[in-house]
């Protein structure tokens, strides 16, 4: 199991920024993907942004334009780079790791989650 440690969440005003990194850990393995949920108060769980080992990137509709998702893999890092910030952002944020298994599939690590609180 990969240990995914995550950092940078808080409370920033509407418009604000906030960068969150993840680092991850015990992977024997690149991680084939990388990215980001939130889930907010009320609302589905969403697949917020990924990336892929090439750096092949994919947002959602509700953060294009505005968040930007990378990758380290030197260092097992993703960060997810977030401007413009709205109320609507606030949510907590998840990061995951798809990793090679050796069953020809893939296992998913997740985090434990920061909060990001965007006040109007």
């Known amino acids: 199991q990969v240990q995914l440690a995550e950092s940078g969440g808080g409370l920033v005003q509407s418009g604000g920024s906030l960068r969150l990194s993840c680092a991850a850990s015990g992977s024997r393995f690149r991680p084939a993907v990388m990215g980001w949920y939130r889930q907010a108060p009320g609302k589905q769980r969403e697949l917020v942004a990924t990336i892929t080992i090439d750096l092949s990137t994919n947002y959602a509709d509700s953060v294009k334009g505005r968040f930007t998702i990378s990758r380290d893999n030197a260092k097992d890092t993703v960060d997810l780079q977030m401007n413009s910030l709205k109320p609507e952002d606030t949510a907590v944020y998840y990061c995951?790791?798809?990793?090679?298994?050796?069953?020809?599939?893939?296992?998913?690590?997740w985090g434990q989650g920061t909060q990001v609180t965007v006040s109007s």
């Open positions: 995951f790791v798809d990793v090679y298994s050796y069953t020809g599939s893939y296992d998913r690590d």
